[in-house]
């Protein structure tokens, strides 16, 4: 069994992190999951929440607003939707994620009411996650 694993952050905007990595906690939309070296294959999407990266110098958390991740025996491939180190997050961008999250639960067809709750209600907890107060 390998001790690490190739792990990629890719963002639209910019690739977030590359490294070799021991574990990675995915915020999966079906609940929290751990990917380590020689993981069987699985692709899933993401929620909004806190991504953790084990390496070798300790960890890094990533807030990540949506996306999918790819988990393979070799690596961990995560296309965020949006995603940046939790130590660059403020208060402003969260209070603006929170604020596009209640925008879409107002504006929701009936058949995603719930499914648009869900993601706020993930939006306002990956806030107070990493110590601020959600608003808008």
Known sequence: MADTMQFDLVAPERRVA????MQ???PGNEGDLTAMPDHAPLITTLRPG????????GSQKYVVTGGF?????EG???????SHPVE???????NEMVAAARAAHKEAH???????AKM???????GTHVGFEPKD
């Open 18 to 21: 590359s490294e070799q990595a």
């Open 50 to 57: 806190v991504l953790e990266v084990f390496t070798a110098k």
């Open 69 to 73: 991740a790819e988990i393979t025996a």
């Open 88 to 94: 660059e997050v403020t208060q402003e961008m969260i």
């Open 120 to 126: 706020l209600a993930d939006m306002v907890a990956m």
């Open 24 to 26: 990675v906690v995915i």
């Open 110 to 116: 009936a058949d995603l009411v719930d499914a648009s």
């Open 76 to 82: 961990v491939t995560v296309l965020a939707e949006r």
